[in-house]
C-alpha cells in the first residue's frame, strides 16, 4: 500500500465520488479507511470507531466474517467466473438458487434473478413487471408508482420512481409514466398529520386516487421499501404496506419490495415485506446478500408470476435482460457462505434487541438535543436523528453545524452517515450492547458540539 502521505495527498484528486460534489471532496477530503475488524474500522491514522454505518447498510456480520472471504478465496481458485446467460450455469450459483428458494419460502418468492447490486436488481424488477403484463396480454400496463422520499438506486428506472430531488433533477428528462404518492412520513407530509394510523389512510387514499386518475389497466407495478431507508428511515405505520398489497391486488398491479437494505435481517425480522405480513411478487435483495464483500444481488420472484412465464408458450418469456456478473461464481460462493452465517447467528434476533437499546437511547438524546427534530427508528437496527434549526419551525440545521456534529462524533469513535439533515444509523446486526452504548455517547458529544 502507499503510504499515508500519499493517500492523502492524492484524496479525491484523481476520482470523482458517488453522491459528493467533485468540488467538496476537494476541499473536504474523505475520510481514508484501510482497516475493518468486528464492528469497527480503522482510518489511515490508525483512528478507530465503531462504523455505525455498517459499510453502507450491507456490513451486517461485521468485517471479520471468515467464512465469507474463505469461500470467495476458495471459489477464486477453482472458478473465478463464468456466465450463466443461456446455455451455461455455475456450480455455486445453483447451490445458492436453491438456497434462496428456501429462505424466501415465507414470502412466496422461489425464483432468483441474480445481479451485481441494488440498482441493477431495481432495474430487472422494473423490466420484469412489465413484461409479466405483456406476456398476459395486457400490454397497456407500463407505468410505475412509488413514494416520495423513496430511494431506488441511480440507474434511469430506479432514478424515476425515485422520490428524492437530489436523484433525479440534474439527470431529467427521466422515464415517462413513473407516479409518486405521499410517503408515510409522519414528520413532514401535506396533510400535517402527526397520527402515523391516519396518515398511513391518508396515503393510501392518495394512492387510490392516484390509480383511478391514471387508470388501474395503465399501471404495471407500484415499488417501496417497506421501511424507507436512505431517504431517512421512514417506517411506515403497521397498516400501510398490506393496505398498499390488497390496492395492488383490486387492480392487477404487481408490487415490488425493494429489499436491499432490509432483506436478511435489518428490521428484526428476515425480510421488510414478512415483517408487515405482506406477500409481494417481486423483491429486490443485494447489499448483506454477500456482506458487502462482493458486488451482487438477487431478485426473487413469486410463484405467481413465476407460473405465468414458465407457462408461456408464445416465447414472449424470454428473458431480454441480464448483466455479464449476473450468477457470478465468486459472488454466489460469498453468498452460501453469508446466507448460513446469517442465519446461524440469527442476526434477525440481534437486530431487534440491540435496535430496541438503541431507538430508546436515541429517544433520550431527541429529548436532551434541541436540534433534535424528530427521531425514527423501531424497527431492527435502521434508525434516524432529522435536525433541525429550530423546533418550531421544523427549519433543518446549518450544512456546518452538521459536519461539526460528524466529526466530534468520530472522533469520539463513531462513524455516523450524513444524509441531508438527518444522521442516519445502520450498524452491523452482530452489534453489542456495549457497542450501542458508544455510539449514543459519541453522537451525545457530536450533538451537545454543534
Ligand atoms: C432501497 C434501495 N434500493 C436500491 C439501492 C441501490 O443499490 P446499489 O447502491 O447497490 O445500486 C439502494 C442503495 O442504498 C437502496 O437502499
Known amino acids: 500500500m502507499k503510504d499515508s502521505n500519499f493517500l492523502k495527498e492524492n484524496n479525491a484528486r484523481h476520482m470523482w465520488h458517488p453522491m459528493a460534489h467533485p468540488a467538496d471532496s476537494l476541499a473536504n477530503p474523505p475520510a481514508i479507511i484501510t482497516g475493518g475488524k468486528g464492528v469497527r474500522i480503522t ?20 468485517y471479520s466474517c471468515q467464512p465469507v472471504k474463505d469461500a470467495i478465496a476458495q471459489q477464486l481458485d477453482a472458478l473465478p467466473y463464468y456466465s450463466t446467460f443461456r446455455g451455461t450455469s455455475n456450480d ?7 438456497m434462496l428458494r428456501d429462505f424466501f419460502a415465507p414470502d412466496g418468492l422461489s425464483r432468483a434473478f ?15 413487471a412489465r413484461q409479466y403484463h405483456k406476456i398476459r396480454g395486457e400490454s397497456g400496463r407500463t407505468k410505475y408508482l412509488s413514494l416520495k422520499k423513496g430511494y431506488h438506486g441511480t440507474h434511469t428506472g430506479g432514478a424515476s420512481v425515485n422520490g428524492n430531488a437530489n436523484f433525479r433533477t440534474q439527470y431529467e428528462p427521466l422515464l415517462p409514466g413513473c407516479f409518486h404518492i405521499p410517503a408515510p412520513y409522519t414528520y413532514r407530509n401535506p396533510f400535517n398529520e402527526t397520527d402515523p394510523e391516519k396518515l398511513s389512510n391518508l396515503c393510501i387514499a392518495a394512492l387510490e386516487d392516484e390509480i383511478a386518475f391514471q387508470g388501474g389497466e395503465t399501471i404495471a407495478a407500484f415499488i417501496m421499501e417497506p421501511i424507507l431507508g436512505a431517504g431517512g428511515v421512514i417506517p411506515p405505520h403497521k397498516s400501510f404496506m398490506p393496505a398498499v398489497r390488497a390496492i395492488c391486488d383490486k387492480h392487477g398491479i404487481l408490487l415490488i419490495s425493494d429489499e436491499v437494505i432490509t432483506a436478511f435481517g435489518r428490521t428484526g425480522s428476515w425480510t421488510g415485506a414478512r415483517h408487515w405480513g405482506v406477500k409481494p411478487d417481486f423483491m429486490c435483495t443485494a447489499k448483506a446478500i454477500t456482506n458487502g464483500y462482493f458486488p451482487f444481488g438477487a431478485v426473487m420472484i413469486s410463484e405467481e408470476v413465476v407460473e405465468v412465464f414458465e407457462s408461456d408458450t408464445s416465447g414472449k418469456a424470454a428473458i431480454g435482460s441480464g448483466y455479464t456478473y449476473s450468477g457470478h461464481p465468486v459472488g454466489a460462493a460469498a453468498a452460501i457462505a453469508c446466507l448460513k452465517e446469517t442465519e446461524r447467528l440469527n442476526v434477525h434476533e440481534n437486530a431487534a434487541a440491540r435496535g430496541a437499546e438503541l431507538f430508546a437511547g436515541l429517544k433520550k438524546l431527541g429529548e436532551k438535543h434541541e436540534i433534535v427534530g424528530d427521531v425514527r427508528g423501531g424497527h431492527g437496527l435502521m434508525c ?13 440545521l446549518g450544512k456546518d453545524q452538521i459536519a461539526r456534529i460528524h466529526e466530534v462524533t468520530y472522533a469520539n469513535g463513531v462513524m455516523v452517515r450524513v444524509s441531508g439533515p438527518n444522521i442516519i444509523l445502520s450498524p452491523p446486526l452482530v452489534l453489542t450492547t456495549d457497542d450501542v452504548n458508544g455510539i449514543l455517547s459519541a453522537l451525545d458529544a457530536g450533538l451537545g458540539a454543534a
Open 43 to 62: 482510518d489511515v491514522d490508525g483512528h478507530e470507531t465503531i462504523d455505525a454505518v455498517g459499510g453502507l447498510w450491507n456490513v451486517n456480520l461485521g
Open 92 to 98: 455455486a450459483v445453483i447451490e445458492l438458487s436453491y
Open 114 to 128: 441474480f445481479t451485481s447490486g441494488g440498482s441493477d436488481s431495481v432495474e430487472i424488477a422494473l423490466r420484469l
Open 384 to 396: 434516524a436523528l432529522e435536525l433541525v434549526g429550530d423546533r418550531a419551525s421544523k427549519a433543518p
